[in-house]
């Protein structure tokens, strides 16, 4: 499988791994599933670092790279064929990072790892909820 981690997924993973379901943590840790992902992800860490919604506990950049070469994370690059998908995701709310990481998912053809319900009821893309 191909999973598209949703930014608090992989927040959690790395600082709160009790946060994830069993099942999240076993398809995570599964050597024969890819884990993918976003720079939106980037820039959503770095709202809540800036907001003090969380505490990396070193220093961000180091904090990235680790967490990238530890997990084997490959990166679904923001792409022109991503950004003309937006027009076709519409969510019901507005959240560009929400947009992007849905045409993202559609596009790479990954299942997106979220706890986000609101994500979880999304048609056309395959899910794997954290419960």
């Given at each position: 499988?191909?999973?598209?981690?949703?930014?608090?997924?992989w927040?959690?993973?790395?600082?709160?791994?009790?946060k994830?379901?069993?099942?999240?943590?076993?398809?995570?840790?599964?050597?024969?599933?890819?884990?993918?992902?976003?720079?939106?992800?980037?820039?959503e860490?770095?709202?809540?670092?800036?907001?003090?919604?969380?505490?990396?506990?070193?220093?961000?950049?180091q904090?990235?790279?680790?967490?990238?070469?530890?997990?084997?994370?490959?990166?679904?690059?923001?792409?022109?064929?991503?950004?003309?998908?937006?027009?076709?995701?519409?969510?019901?709310?507005?959240?560009?990072?929400?947009?992007?990481?849905?045409?993202?998912?559609?596009?790479?053809?990954?299942?997106?790892?979220?706890?986000?319900e609101?994500?979880?009821?999304?048609?056309?893309?395959?899910?794997?909820?954290?419960?």
């Amino acid at each position: 499988m191909k999973l598209l981690l949703d930014t608090h997924i992989w927040i959690s993973n790395e600082v709160e791994p009790w946060k994830l379901s069993s099942e999240v943590q076993r398809e995570l840790a599964n050597p024969s599933n890819e884990l993918w992902v976003s720079p939106v992800s980037i820039r959503e860490i770095v709202v809540l670092l800036e907001k003090r919604r969380i505490d990396l506990k070193q220093d961000f950049g180091q904090w990235v790279e680790g967490s990238i070469r530890d997990l084997q994370l490959n990166e679904a690059f923001l792409t022109l064929e991503a950004a003309q998908e937006l027009r076709f995701t519409m969510l019901g709310y507005r959240d560009l990072a929400d947009r992007f990481l849905v045409a993202t998912t559609k596009v790479y053809d990954l299942t997106l790892v979220t706890a986000d319900e609101r994500l979880q009821r999304i048609p056309g893309i395959q899910v794997l909820a954290n419960r």
